[in-house]
């Protein structure tokens, strides 16, 4: 049985039928399917003009959300599928394998629809998640400084102060994806005179049209270009508590809540480009093998990794989706790190196995490579992964 099948037959084992259970294989089939086909047709002829164009995907986002392509993040009553986080890892995986920029863009969909899905902000999830679900609106997240100062890595760059009704918002966000006139995202930041750490943050939606909020273009970047990154100005911004995902007091539970799927579903990204890094290395060895033969990474050896760490991102989305703070999170910082270190060592395999046809501008062979090298530095960055991976297996309680 494929690890696919297996992973989600354990997940399923003894809370339904096997009728259910055919027909849960079933709607995953046709799902896919249908991604594979819009990815075929409406992504492929994109690729190259995201890379060198900077040119941002957004009707290939809002066809993938009709159909259907994000609604693994949310709940059935929501607008969700109930095929859960690895529908998500899947569906990034399929966009991935062509265009990482679109993976990533996936990823910050479905991220942001977790993080909403995740809180009790019950009107909010009724009034957002199906139309995140539909690709009617486009979110993004801007977590990585919230994470990354949890993690006692950086300081916080935005800050909040409890007022009547709501919180008033100010600093700015350096890098922030998927975002435009019309887009929400997600933040968290510390609340004046809350607690230390993070219990005392405060995390909201953010609708890029208020008051107060300005999205400033300001940074350009060697790949990833075509993912709307802007920066995010917040200057004396009134965020109501409608808008609110999580108060002082609770983010600590909502953090373990989010932060294990949130890196986890980053393998998409990894798995994804990793598969087109094989393909690429398989199709060079057709004329090359006799001398591709010489280099130190060989398709066979990749392509085994990348299945073993399928298996093992399927089988924790399976187990996420039953529990989202099960035991597993130095499994998924390990699985994510090797996620990282893996893309950049296939795309470079990839590189030297294409040779100087792979050194065309318009290649795939070094796009994968600059591509690469975000999974290894998007937050949680290589880096940070083994800091947090030596800290917990120390034993060392987080200094936040
Ligand atoms: C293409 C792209 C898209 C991204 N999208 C998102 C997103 O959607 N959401 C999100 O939360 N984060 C996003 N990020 C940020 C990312 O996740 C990391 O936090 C960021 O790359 C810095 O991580 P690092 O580990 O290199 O940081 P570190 O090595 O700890 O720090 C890097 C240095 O860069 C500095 N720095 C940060 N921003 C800027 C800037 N604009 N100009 C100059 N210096 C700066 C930092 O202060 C620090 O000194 C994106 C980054 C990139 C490159």
Redesign the pocket.
């Known amino acids: 049985m494929p690890a696919t099948v297996t992973a989600t037959a354990t997940a399923l084992r003894g809370d339904a039928s096997a009728h259910d259970y055919t027909q849960h294989l079933e709607e995953w089939a046709a799902s896919l399917a249908k991604v594979r086909q819009l990815v075929a047709e409406k992504l492929a002829p994109k690729v190259v003009d995201v890379d060198l164009k900077a040119e941002y995907p957004e009707a290939f986002l809002r066809e993938l959300g009709a159909a259907g392509g994000f609604r693994g993040a949310v709940a059935p009553e929501y607008g969700g599928n109930g095929l859960g986080l690895k529908h998500v890892v899947q569906v990034m995986e399929e966009a991935a394998k062509l265009c990482l920029s679109t993976g ?1 863009l996936v990823w ?1 969909q479905t991220a942001c629809a977790r993080y909403i899905q995740m809180s009790d902000n019950e009107a909010l999830k009724k009034s957002m998640l199906p139309r995140i679900a539909r690709g009617d609106v486009l979110v ?9 100062s949890c993690d006692t ?2 300081d916080f760059r935005l800050s909040a102060k409890k007022v009547a009704g709501g919180y008033v918002i100010n600093g700015v ?7 435009g006139p019309t887009h929400y ?1 997600t ?1 968290g930041c510390p609340v004046e005179g809350e607690a230390k750490g993070d219990d005392g943050l405060v995390f909201i939606l953010v609708d890029c049209q208020q008051p107060g909020f300005k999205l400033v273009d ?2 350009h ?1 060697v ?3 075509g ?1 709307r ?1 802007l ?1 995010c100005h917040f200057r004396d911004a009134f965020v109501s508590d409608a808008m609110v995902l999580s108060h002082p007091g609770q983010s600590r539970e909502y953090v373990k809540r989010i932060k294990p799927g949130m890196i986890l579903a980053q393998m998409g990204m990894g798995l994804g480009l990793i598969e087109a890094c094989v393909d690429m290395m398989k199709q060079a060895n057709r004329t090359h093998a006799h001398v591709n033969q010489f280099l130190d990474d060989q398709a066979e050896d990749i392509d085994a990794v990348l299945q073993e760490a399928r298996a093992a991102t399927y089988a924790l989305a399976d187990t996420l989706s039953a529990n989202p703070q099960a035991d597993v999170v130095l499994d998924i910082l390990k699985l994510r790190l090797a996620g990282g270190e893996m893309s950049v060592k296939a795309a470079n395999a990839a590189m030297l196995h294409m040779g100087a046809k792979g050194y065309l501008q318009k290649s795939p062979a070094q796009r994968r490579l600059r591509e690469a090298y ?1 999974i290894a ?8 992964l083994r800091r947090e991976i030596a800290r917990i297996e120390a034993g060392t309680p987080c200094p936040a």
């Open positions: 990533f910050c993004g997240t801007g977590l990585s400084n919230t994470v990354k890595i950086e966000l350096p890098w922030v994806s998927n975002l995202f933040t300001c940074a970047f790949a990833l270009d993912t990154t920066a975000f530095i998007v937050t949680p960055a290589t880096k940070h």
